[in-house]
């Protein structure tokens, strides 16, 4: 949490302005206990009305300058807080942008939401009590003690004895509470998970009818963070009563020894009451100081959850070098991810020209998205080198590298907004032209005429598309963005082969310099290219042509039989049309 404080250095006028304020308040709250002992020893006992009223003004006169004061504390206090997190929740945001997908896999997207949210919620309210009260609340108890000391030194002696009581109270459960606070923001990552994986996963829970084993699971994960929140919350409540009590026993002991020097002749009774009032500001003080001591645990437990990402670094070192075609090279490349116990891909090797179109299929989980993920350095290599135009991935510029290739995910993504906006993504200011002339290539123009044209609004995640309208737009998207390298990750399994193959046949057509790589579960949409890339088990079984797969390549063969007829398959591999 420490580490944190470094972004507070832009606030360093309101951190020091804000509890100077509320000290000065303090200060005018000290003196009021001898004003009314002033009222009592002078005014009441001599009857004197005058003097009772000036000292009533006297008063009135320190509560607004105190109110005054700790409207200005108020003010710099929340300035400080707010700037702090909102400084921190850049830089968390701009670091969680710099992690690599094997890191963000590591993680996990609830738990970053978590930290974004709720965690940086704490730490601002933990800041602003921490500004306005941590100082206040000590100078107001030991400013009582000392106060007390100038009335009667005897009497003094038990606010030194109940401080220290309570000050061991206080800090036994500050120190008890802090890790139980950080379970609880565990338990809290737990929730968030079960709670996103329902939202974004609905329609299939509905679907397989498993509603009632998915709330089953909720309310366990929500039952467990309301038991670790029951019990660290029953050591916090602790504190008040316990604070109460050793104050009211300590209030009677004043009482008593207040009432044996009264009658003693030693003290007045406007100093015995100065003495209770004091007595009284401690309390308060002491009880303030409990929950801020609360607020201040919750606050660190969370701050030291958001330092711990930003004490992750990043794997990804971007380099300086940069190349000038789109060619792609595989040298023996092998991948593993973060704890696996094998590698996902082993010994890859293959080029692809500037300008070819390279299939790449195989079975579920044989390594296709994997190998393709390495081209923009969404993952690295373990081994071996990738090279794009003879230049080593890890040599060049991330962003320079990532502005020549355009990627179509397995998983259509847009965003909110108007379909110009989500197309503009690679091309900032692509004009009106340029984008129905990718739209058009990726055979959404209908999409566009259906929606009534490029200013129609998008909802969050394309709610209001159907999977083949958000395939052909994120196609459109990477076309726009007239990249070197295009990557088409399963991009068109939501299409109908109809418009699967004028899609291929346009994207060759308007693409020709464009080095594509076809990711299908579909023979026929990539029989075609210049060369295709055969994987099992994350190993190459076969390169070549369609042809030539088919006569070298069992794998190939077994695929294509699921998909055409064994007399279309003897007509290609004879030749015939």
Known sequence: MKKLLIYLKDYIKESILGPLFKLLEALFELFVPLVIAAIIDTGIENGDTGYIIKMCL????????????????????????????????HVLFGHIQSLSYSELDQIGTSTLITRMTSDMNQVQNGMNLALRLLLRSPFVVFGAMIMAFTIDVPSAMIFVYVTIVLLIVVFGIMLGSIPLYKKVQQKLDAVMTVTRENLT?????????????????????????????????????????VTYVIINLAIIWLIHTGAVRVEAGILTQGAVVALYNYMSQILVELIKLANLIINITKSIACGNRIQAVLDIKPDLESGNSSCNEGSVEFDHVNLRYKNAGADSLSDITFTAAKGETIGIIGGTGSGKSSLVNLIPRFYDAASGEVKVGGVNVKDMDVEQLREK???????AVLFHGTIRENMQWGVTNASDDDIMEAIEAAQGLDVIKAKGGLDCEIEQGGKNLSGGQKQRLTIARAIAADPEILILDDSASALDFATDAKLRTAIKENCSDMTVFIISQRANTVKNADQIIVLDDGKTVGIGTHKELLQSCTDYCQICLTQFSAEELEKEINGDE
Do not use: W
């Open 58 to 89: 006297v008063l009135v006169l320190l509560g607004f300058v105190g109110l005054a004061f700790s409207i200005t504390a108020q003010y710099f206090a929340a300035k400080a807080s707010v700037g702090f997190v909102s400084k921190i929740r």
């Open 201 to 241: 996963g609905v329609r299939v829970i509905r679907a397989f009818c498993k509603e009632d084993e998915e709330t089953d699971d909720f309310i366990n994960k929500n039952n467990e963070l309301t038991a670790s929140q029951k019990f660290v919350g029953k050591i916090s409540a602790l504190m008040n009563p």
């Open 405 to 411: 290739i355009g990627v179509v995910p397995q998983k």
